[in-house]
Nanobody, 121 residues
Framework: EVQLVESGGGLVQPGGTLTLSCAAS????????MSWVRQAPGKGLEWVSS????????GYADSVKGRFTISRDNAQDTMYLQMNNLNPEDTAVYYC??????????????WGGGTQVTVTS
């Protein structure tokens, strides 16, 4: 069973830092593309960042570029999102997303349950 479990969210002041983690299981993590997606209160889903299976290629939304850093540890089946210089507009539920193939033939994509990030003074 594919499982994604986010952690690390919380309450932080503007300008602060948080690091989110996404622990994965039930699929070949090291060959899967991983992403962070967020949903602010009353708004739709917003793609934040993605990282290739090997970790060498990354992409960021313009709204977070230069402030957020995505990374992964394929030995630990875990993805991270370091968030610096947070502002109130970053307040959202942050979701971990995975996509790839199981047994090299069965495509899948899966979502975690989300972790709340609240930026407020």
């Amino acid at each position: 069973e594919v499982q994604l479990v986010e952690s690390g969210g919380g309450l932080v002041q503007p300008g602060g830092t948080l690091t989110l983690s996404c622990a994965a299981s039930g699929f070949p993590f090291s060959t899967s593309v991983m992403s962070w997606v967020r949903q602010a209160p009353g708004k739709g889903l917003e793609w934040v960042s993605s990282i290739s299976s090997g970790g060498k290629i990354t992409g960021y939304a313009d709204s977070v570029k230069g402030r957020f850093t995505i990374s992964r540890d394929n030995a630990q089946d875990t993805m991270y999102l370091q968030m610096n210089n947070l502002n109130p507009e970053d307040t959202a539920v942050y979701y971990c997303h995975a996509s790839g193939l199981i047994h090299d033939v069965s495509p899948f994509d899966s979502w975690g349950g989300g972790t709340q990030v609240t930026v407020t003074s």
